[in-house]
């Protein structure tokens, strides 16, 4: 049988869709397009790389002290994705941040001061015990290389009084490759907090032999803090901190300071630090981790 060209094109131009027509599924389920709600698929995990770090520091334990002594540092960051790691300075203490707000940051502050035993510095001195400084920072950036920061916070034991830390950072950095930073700080006290450390009342002074002295709220020391980190591997980074400070004002002219000649206080610290990275899901408190 002989079959047109035009009537053979329209044949075999049907056989596809007819065999379409017989292997398609059968219409979906209304109902079971209704249980894959955009709410039942599991939210993507969002990758958080961590950073810790870990070295021996070679410090004093507490203001005025006259000795350096060795301790152990340790710190603890986090980021999301390629976002580099924040900066954070080596006097910052610990902060849990509350509030972000473009370049601007508002967070609890959270610093441990080491104690003074009795007879430290002059025998006889009355001692102070460890103080947990507890209060709130802020933070803000000019440009990407200036940070401009300050702190006040109360100790709720040991010189149970009020300090405040105000400074400034230049950065330098790419990305997390490297770091560099330098900035001066000014430390201020109140009158509990200054005679905690630098006052000596009548009982010290019996005891000790000094002068008695009682120093006014105001000025405490002058800094100059820096830091610098460098990766070596994927995982692997080395850091550097440095702080030199001088106590000033009263504080200063205290006796105590004056006899062991204590006014320059200074600060190294060497380590390594190693970057992880884990999944979490970006829902409910995970969220919160940023």
Request: glycine letters at 12%; one cysteine or more; a positive charge.
């Amino acid at each position: 049988m002989h079959v047109s060209g035009c009537l053979a094109c329209l044949l075999v131009a049907a056989l596809p869709h007819a065999a379409l027509a017989q292997d398609a599924p059968p219409p979906a389920d209304p109902g079971a397009l209704q249980s894959t709600t955009p709410e039942d698929v599991p939210p993507p995990r969002v990758p958080m790389r961590v950073q810790v770090a870990a070295g021996p520091q070679w410090q004093p334990w507490f203001p005025g002290d006259d000795q350096r002594r060795l301790s152990p540092w340790f710190s603890l960051s986090r980021t999301r994705g390629d976002t580099p790691f924040a900066f954070g300075a080596p006097d910052d203490g610990t902060n849990l941040t509350l509030v972000r707000r473009g370049r601007t940051e508002y967070a609890i502050a959270l610093r441990r001061e080491g104690r003074r035993r009795g007879g430290d510095l002059v025998p006889g001195l009355p001692g102070i015990g460890r103080t947990l400084e507890l209060g709130g920072s802020i933070e803000t950036w000019t440009g990407d290389q200036v940070r401009w920061r300050g702190d006040v916070r109360k100790g709720v034991n040991g010189h149970n009084g009020w300090i405040s830390q105000l400074g400034m950072d230049y950065v330098r950095r790419d990305g997390d490759d490297w770091l560099v930073s330098l900035g001066p700080r000014v430390l201020l006290g109140d009158g509990r907090y200054q005679r905690a450390w630098f006052g000596v009342d009548d009982r010290a002074a019996a005891a000790t032999g000094l002068q008695r002295y009682t120093p006014k709220a105001g000025l405490r020391s002058v800094a100059l803090t820096g830091s610098a980190s460098k990766e070596i591997s994927r995982h692997w980074g080395i850091e550097a901190q440095a702080t030199y400070e001088r106590l000033v004002g009263d504080a200063a002219d205290s006796p105590i300071i004056r006899r062991v000649d204590s006014a320059t206080q200074l600060q190294v610290a060497i380590g390594m630090h190693y970057t992880f990275s884990v999944r979490l899901p970006d829902r409910g408190v995970f969220r919160l981790i940023r």
